[in-house]
């Protein structure tokens, strides 16, 4: 999440620059803020409803209904609490998108490292839960030692590195009055502003995108080449099976490459000064949040890909949804109270004719 206002000429102290044939003070980015201001809140809104509903069922479910019987389990509710940590952030960004921050600096700071902790912990969770598929088909006793004993050692580290991952922003997020409005932003020390944000940039998308794609790229072809060397397995089996690896590692691609591809240049531009011009700083700015909020997209599509495509998975489902439905007919029942309506032709001391319905 970054400052809109204003890209300034200095670039010693500061992280952008334009040529001076654009502009003679400042870049006035009130088309990118107007863009947010439309864009962001609908897209957010539509992320958090589908996310909170689909990640929702799926910690209930590992929570009331279905035991935590493999690694890729625990990987799978760990990645839907890391999913809805991160959808939870979204209303305080759209509403800053909106009318500016006026939450103050500590949910400034609480939200932004929120926000960054639980995107890199979902990665790396992605990266888990391919590792653990590719370490079953293995049937090796090493690898069945190594699904036993370390899976809590594993999601610690995971959940570990995204809190570090997550303390810059938790550090440097502040809020700024703008021309306009409030916002909240990473500031650095000027020493420091250059290098310590191209770090974390590069860092973000080597550990946020780079290892979970290699990591996936390398345990599911190995997982395809198991399937497909496997006699007792029918064609059409196997088929559904690289179905399923396509559609994870594709989507994977699709929602993370354009995000990861624009904050790449991003940092490119902040160690080099690439971005020279006003408008390209604006063009910049509007793929970043488009890219972003594709990237987002990921955390509502979690547990399609790795949850409810498993048969298991979704008869437990089917019983939630059959168990609710019991439930909203019951309550209907018990608030469904007999209506007596009394036909009084006669006087009060005579007996009166009474329909119940």
Not at 344 to 349: A, F, G, K
Request: with cysteine.
């Amino acid at each position: 999440m970054e400052d809109l206002d204003y890209m300034y000429l200095d670039h010693d102290n500061d992280t952008f620059n334009f040529s001076y044939d654009d502009y003679h003070t400042v870049c006035d980015k009130e088309e990118v803020r107007s863009f947010a201001r439309v864009f962001l809140p609908v897209i957010y809104a539509l992320a958090l409803v589908v996310g909170l509903a689909g990640n929702s069922l799926v910690v209930a479910i590992y929570a009331y209904y279905k035991r935590l019987k493999t690694m890729t389990d625990v990987y799978i509710l760990n990645l839907a609490v890391a999913d809805l940590l991160l959808l939870l952030t979204l209303p305080f960004w759209a509403a800053d998108a909106v009318n500016g921050w006026e939450l103050g600096v500590g949910m400034c700071k609480v939200t932004s490292a929120l926000y960054g902790m639980n995107f890199s912990c979902g990665m790396l969770f992605l990266a888990c839960i391919s590792l653990d598929r590719y370490l079953a088909v293995s049937n090796s006793a090493v690898a069945r030692a190594v699904r036993r004993r370390h899976c809590l050692v594993v999601c610690l580290t995971v959940w570990a590195v995204s809190v570090v991952l997550g303390l810059p922003d938790m550090a440097f997020a502040t809020v700024r009055q703008g021309s306009t409005r409030k916002s909240c932003i990473l500031v650095y020390p000027s020493s420091m502003a250059r290098p310590t944000k191209a770090t974390l940039e590069i860092l973000e998308v080597m550990l946020g995108f780079l290892l979970p794609f290699l990591v996936m790229l390398f345990c599911y072809s190995r997982v395809a080449r198991a399937l497909q060397g496997t006699p007792h397995v029918t064609q059409g089996k196997k088929w559904k099976a690289f179905k399923v690896l396509l559609a994870v590692v594709g989507v994977f691609i699709a929602t993370q490459l354009p995000y990861n591809v624009v904050k790449f240049c991003r940092a490119m531009d902040i160690i080099y000064a690439l971005v020279t011009h006003c408008e390209a700083s604006k063009s910049l700015d509007i793929a970043m949040q488009i890219t972003e909020s594709l990237a987002l997209t990921h955390s509502c599509l979690n547990p399609v890909l790795y949850a409810f495509i498993g048969a298991s998975f979704r008869q437990h489902v089917v019983k939630v949804m059959k168990s609710l439905g019991q439930r909203r007919q019951r309550y209907r029942r018990r608030n469904e109270q007999p209506v007596e309506i009394s036909l009084n032709s006669h006087s009060v001391s005579e007996e009166t004719s009474t329909f119940t319905i």
